[in-house]
């Protein structure tokens, strides 16, 4: 089993700029991508950007290129996303996936709220 947790979450401004973290644990043998999904109120979810943990290749939904940066921690099997530019559009919660050969471990999801 793989344990995946991110924080980060919060309130911020339009405009505004905001870091999640994501960790996973336990059987991370094979790991070899991690990612960020979000879903609005109402919305399917959606994947906002994934990177290969092995080689850093990186990829971005149209809706926040530019403006996200998702990147590899110091630690293993640790991710980020620094979000910036943030919209009301981009009020979500979020989520980190860890994927294990064909098994996506998901996280509970933190909140992030863009608004005035």
């Known amino acids: 089993q793989v344990q995946v947790v991110e924080s980060g979450g919060g309130l911020v401004q339009p405009g505004g700029s905001l870091r999640l973290s994501c960790a996973a644990s336990g059987d991370t043998h094979g790991l070899d991508h991690m990612s960020w999904f979000r879903q609005a109120t109402g919305k399917e979810r959606e994947l906002v950007a994934f990177?290969?943990?092995?080689?850093?290749?990186?990829w971005y939904s149209d809706l926040v290129k530019g403006r996200f940066t998702i990147s590899r921690g110091n630690v293993k099997n640790t991710i980020a996303l620094q979000m910036g530019s943030l919209k009301p559009e981009d009020t979500a919660v979020y989520y980190c996936?860890?994927?294990?050969?064909?098994?996506?471990?998901w996280g509970q999801g933190t909140q992030v709220t863009v608004s005035a």
């Open positions: 996936t860890a994927t294990v050969g064909t098994t996506a471990y």
């Open positions: 990177i290969n943990t092995e080689d850093g290749t990186t």
